[in-house]
């Protein structure tokens, strides 16, 4: 069974940091591009940033550039996204999912949804 598994979610003051995991089972994430995903209330998912299997990362949304760094451990067959400096913004479910060859610019087709972890950014 295909599946991920986000945590590392939570309460988190603006500026501050969190670092989410993505968990993959039934298969091996260095076979795949992966990524992080959010959607906030009554908003559309969007794309954040993406490691191709070669580790090369892909950061869609311009705002999280140098605050958000995605990376891969495929020792433990996890994906992370370190999150500093967040703002209220930032405010969403994150979820995980995985595409074939490179990460590309069309989130279309990525697929295998996780779950997703909550990430609030409020003082």
């Known amino acids: 069974q295909v599946q991920f598994v986000e945590s590392g979610g939570g309460l988190v003051q603006p500026g501050g940091s969190l670092r989410l995991s993505c968990a993959a089972s039934?298969?091996?994430?260095?076979?795949?591009?992966i990524g992080w995903f959010r959607q906030a209330p009554g908003k559309e998912r969007e794309g954040v940033s993406c490691?191709?299997?070669?580790?090369?990362?892909?950061d869609w949304k311009d705002d999280v550039k140098g605050r958000f760094t995605i990376s891969r451990d495929n020792a433990k067959n996890t994906v992370y996204l370190q999150m500093n400096n967040l703002k209220p913004e930032d405010t969403a479910v994150y979820s995980c999912?995985?595409?074939?060859?490179?990460?590309?610019?069309?989130?279309?087709?990525?697929?295998?949804w996780g779950q997703g972890t909550q990430v609030t950014v409020s003082s």
């Open positions: 999912a995985r595409r074939s060859g490179g990460c590309g610019w069309s989130l279309a087709p990525f697929n295998s």
């Open positions: 039934g298969f091996t994430v260095d076979r795949y591009a």
């Open positions: 490691i191709s299997n070669r580790d090369g990362s892909t």
